[in-house]
């Protein structure tokens, strides 16, 4: 049986033209994208992606615009279901209490889910850093908007 897996993202820019990246590891799996998560049946996109936002960087945020919406076949790293990823926006409605890294995969502490936080400026976001399809996409089209025309 196969399925759709929606999935919703906020993409975080502050003054310094930096975007919040996630890295996480699960069970031995390393990857980098950016915050948020899978939605809960019954829940809107915008609901969910405040709670996942909640979960992960325990900040309220406010939804500015929609950015992008998965337009092509992408199937799961975890399971057979076909992704389907929404990136909107955001803004933290109070500044982050995140401890925040400067290198990738940089985590506190040990277990079998770990997660870190970078601000990474935009003009310098490595897409081959970034581990998923449609996160690379979003990542080049950040890059395209909002890297600092010299």
């Not at 019954?42 to 960087?57: A, S, W």
Request: proline share 1%; glycine share 6%.
């Amino acid at each position: 049986m196969s399925y759709f897996n929606v999935r919703v993202y906020g993409l975080l820019i502050n003054q310094n033209n930096e975007v919040l990246v996630s890295d996480e590891e699960e069970y031995g799996f390393r990857f980098s994208k950016f915050p948020g998560g899978g939605l809960e049946l019954g829940e809107g996109l915008i609901e969910g992606l405040k709670r996942e936002f909640v979960e992960e960087c325990e900040a309220e945020i406010e939804v500015l615009s929609h950015f992008y919406t998965t337009d092509f076949y992408e199937k799961s790293s975890f399971n057979d279901s076909q992704v389907i990823s929404v990136y909107y926006l955001v803004k933290e409605k109070a500044p982050l209490k995140l401890a925040f890294k400067d290198k990738i995969y940089d985590f506190d502490g040990e277990g079998e889910i770990l997660q870190a936080f970078r601000w990474v400026k935009v003009e310098d976001l490595a897409i081959d850093e970034i581990t998923f399809k449609t996160d690379k996409t979003v990542a080049q089209l950040l890059k395209d908007q909002y890297s600092v025309k010299l």
